[in-house]
Each structure stands twice: as C-alpha cells, then as structure tokens.
C-alpha cells in the first residue's frame, strides 16, 4: 500500500516536472519490464538493454516521454511501526530519457555504484512500473 503511494507520489513529482500535465496523463500505462531480470548480474560500466512489453500500451500514450531511474530496496519502520519498502531511487541522475515508451527497450550504462543484489530498474512513463531486484558488481 505504502509502496503503491510512494510509486504514485514520485511518479506525480516527475510527470509534474517533465511534460506538460494534459488529460492524457490520466491513462494508466504501466509497462511490464522483462530486463533486467531476477537473477541478472549487471557490472558496474557496462552497456545494458533494458527492455519492457509494449504490447499493452494504448496508441495514443506510446510517445509518452520516458525515464528510467535506478534505485534499490530497503525496509524501514514508519511512524506508525509498520516496516515500508523505500526504492531509494536516484532521480537526479536518471539512466536513460528522452525515449518513447513505445519503443520498448533503452540502453543504459551502469553507473559506477556499490556492490548490492537489491536494485530495480523504474520506468517512468505517465505510471512507474518496477523491475524485480536484480545484482549490480563491482569489477
Ligand atoms: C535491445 O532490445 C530490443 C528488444 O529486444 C532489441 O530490439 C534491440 O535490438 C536491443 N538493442 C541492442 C543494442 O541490443
Ligand atoms: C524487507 O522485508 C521483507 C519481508 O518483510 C523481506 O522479505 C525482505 O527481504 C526485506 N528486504 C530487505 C532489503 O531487508
Ligand atoms: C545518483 O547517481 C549519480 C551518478 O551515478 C551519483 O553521483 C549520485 O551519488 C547518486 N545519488 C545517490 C543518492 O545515490
Ligand atoms: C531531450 O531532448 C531535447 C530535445 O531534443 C533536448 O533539448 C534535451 O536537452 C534532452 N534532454 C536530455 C536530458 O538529454
């Protein structure tokens, strides 16, 4: 739940600050990525294809602006006591924009980060959909 709204939340940042807000901002389009995968193993400087299904996405939203972000899991107590997943994502240094999410794929360079096996991948199109956590090694 907490998630979701944190999805939603960074999602209504970044649109906010990108493209122009219109009604076509109100489809939900949330492509499904499939690279990277669960098992993957990325290193650090390398070229990567990250790809997602593009055959759900609706005509009239395939040349929406896209950014992919990295971030990675952690689990924290909130205010409240309940553990929440935080994505850490690094909005400031986005691994890829400038494409159309209709495209269905962007190459990224992995950018020269710690050593962990719980990063995501988080297309941005007008909705953020997660990669699952995947390996990020050091040379
Ligand atoms: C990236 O993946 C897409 C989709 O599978 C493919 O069409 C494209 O050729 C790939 N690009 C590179 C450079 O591997
Ligand atoms: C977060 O908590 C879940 C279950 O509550 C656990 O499966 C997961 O491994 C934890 N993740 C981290 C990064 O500690
Ligand atoms: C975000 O990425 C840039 C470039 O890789 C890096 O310099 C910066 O430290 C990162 N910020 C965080 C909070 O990880
Ligand atoms: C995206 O493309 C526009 C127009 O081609 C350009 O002005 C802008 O600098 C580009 N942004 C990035 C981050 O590459």
Known sequence: ???TTLL????LALSTASTPVGPQQLVVVTPHITSPKAA???TVGSIQNVTWETDNIPPGTRNFEGTLVLGF???YTDGRGHVA???NLNNSSPLAQNF???TGHALVTVPNVPTRSNYII???GDSGNA???FKITRK
């Open 1 to 3: 739940m907490i998630f």
């Open 8 to 11: 939603s939340l960074l999602t």
């Open 40 to 42: 993957d193993v990325w």
């Open 73 to 75: 899991l952690t689990n």
């Open 85 to 87: 997943v935080s994505e």
């Open 100 to 102: 159309t999410i209709g």
């Open 122 to 124: 988080v297309l941005f």
């Open 131 to 133: 990669s699952p956590q």
